[in-house]
């Protein structure tokens, strides 16, 4: 039903009512102006910046059209509890219900004098992604630190999320305090995680840099060489040796190592030792390159050996005469052989 106010201030016309003695709206500003970053001071308003406190006649609705600036120099620029001068209030749509229980325009609404006011704001940066970031590849070292070079941030930003910068503005990319991170640090092509990207220029506090585009690198074997050192010994007719090797991977790395080795002579003397078969295993083996064979030397000693007698005893015949017999204490299998008097 139209309400008894309507009956008796409004005429109806076409589809709607006509107030003949026009309702003034009074409204307050309220809440907090926010944007994104976008290069301007214009503030966009919305219903949740104003209450209608009075002049709505009941039964219709009525929305307001807000427009404004943040204030200042700086008023384009991020930052929180900035001013924002709301310097026009508008009716924007005006409706009511019909007995018919339609829902029609009504005319006449207009605001109060004072349709102005300031209101709180706030600027948001705007996100921007850095692309072209390039890693290096690199020789395997047990870390899984990457070096970065490259990157660019791209202009033309039309929209909040196209992750670019607004064109005109003083901004720039700096990857000098950036950090690339391998996503493992054994060999292999891995992807590298990009972090701490950083921005230069006047305009750079108004931008957050994300993550960089993906980037990829490849971390090839380092290069081994197994070297050993070999024991003397003393003569034991055997070309066995003892080695030791030279460890000469990463601090660290889980790595064994296996071979075969044998002096090259089984005599006394400066031999030269032979290692075959050398294998890595361990958790960070694959990540070297390295020889199977190696050489080294090292001193068999001569052997000390006593010999001893034992004499026959015989039946005197005027001289001094005498059979005996050594005790061959030399190593079985050893071709010697004895003289002496």
Sequence with gaps: MVSELKRSCTSEIGNGF?????????????????????????????????????????GDTVTLDLSGSYDGEDGKDVGTNKSVTVDEISIDTQTSTSEAGNEVAVYGYQMS??????????????????????????????????????????????????????????????????????????????????????????DADNYTITDASNASATISKASLTVSYTAAGKTYDSTTGVTVTNSEGWISGDDISVSESASFDNDHAGLQGVTITGITLAGDDAENYDYNTTATTSATIAQAPLTITYSADGKTYDSTTGVTVTNSEGWISGDDISVSES
């Design 18 to 58: 006509l107030y003949t003695l026009a309702p003034e709206i009074t409204a307050e500003l309220t809440g907090t102006v926010t944007k994104t970053y976008n290069g301007n001071n214009t503030a966009i308003l919305d219903d949740s910046n104003y209450n209608i406190v009075d002049g709505v006649v009941a």
């Design 113 to 202: 004098a004072t349709a102005s006011g300031t209101i709180t704001g706030e600027i948001t940066a705007k996100a921007i992604t850095a692309t072209g970031i390039v890693a290096a590849d690199k020789v395997y070292d047990s870390d899984d630190e990457a070096s970065l070079s490259g990157g660019v941030i791209t202009g033309g930003s039309t929209t909040d999320t196209d992750n670019l910068f607004i064109e005109g503005d003083d901004v720039a990319l700096d990857i000098s305090t950036a950090t690339g991170t391998f996503g493992d640090e054994h060999v292999g092509t891995h992807g590298v995680t990009v972090e701490d990207l950083a921005l230069t220029g006047t």
